[in-house]
């Protein structure tokens, strides 16, 4: 079965730290692993996705195949960055469906 | 706005009751995607149309169904309505098939007593 797990729903750190959100994935095939963000009373969008290997606004995340994992990660935390984070994966197929985590908030403190 | 527009913003209907919600996808895009955010199921697949034609299919109910019209619009059509539909509906378009990004409309808030 294709699932998502992200096992944080709320992850607070303080300005300038690391920051680390998690994500888990079931799938038998090559999925395509995606990082979308919402802010605030703002719509949820796409932040990253794994083949690119972009980094969006000092955001990165790889891709490991052996731990199922899509962690995303950044070095310098800022305030801005709180927000509501989705993991999702698009199977393969003629489909561009998505299957999202549940989820983690983001709060970064100053 | 040439972003994806959902109407309405909010619903209030009762139990039993059937209800539609619209969406407009991004200028050019061909496939419309829905989603469901509850609380306790997070955001879930409902089922994706690309230029009219239902393409995949998700845990979407019976009581639920949707289409996609010449003009590439979309509605969603949820009937016999149950407390455990309210939920926020989120539609999503992209420009083909099979798309790597979806841009997401402000989503419809169904709350049914």
């Known amino acids: 079965a294709q699932r998502v797990t992200q096992p944080e729903k709320l992850l607070s750190v303080f300005k300038g730290a690391p920051v680390e959100l998690k994500c888990n994935y079931s799938y038998s095939g090559s999925p395509e692993l995606f990082w979308y963000v919402q802010y605030s009373r703002q719509r949820l969008q796409l932040l990253l996705r794994?083949?690119s290997r972009e980094s969006i606004k000092g955001f990165t995340a790889d891709l490991n195949k052996g731990e199922t994992s899509f962690h995303l990660k950044k070095p310098f935390a800022q305030e801005e960055d709180s927000a509501m984070y989705y993991c999702a994966l698009s199977g393969s197929g003629n489909t561009g469906k998505l299957i999202f985590g549940q989820g983690t908030t983001l709060q970064v403190k100053p | 706005d040439s972003g994806v527009t959902q109407t309405p913003k909010h619903l209030i209907t009762a139990t039993g009751q059937r209800v539609t919600l619209r969406c407009s996808p991004r200028s050019g895009d061909l496939s419309v995607y829905w989603y469901q955010q509850s609380l306790d199921q997070g955001l879930q697949f409902l089922i994706q149309y690309y230029n009219g034609e239902e393409r995949a299919k998700g845990n979407i109910l019976e009581r639920f169904s949707a289409q996609q019209f010449p003009d590439l619009h979309s509605e969603l059509n949820l009937s016999s309505l149950e407390l455990g539909d309210s939920a926020l509906y989120f539609c999503?378009?992209?420009?083909?098939?099979?798309?790597?990004?979806?841009?997401f409309g402000p989503g419809t808030r169904l709350t049914v007593t």
């Open positions: 794994h083949i």
């Open positions: 999503a378009s992209s420009p083909g098939l099979v798309s790597y990004e979806q841009y």
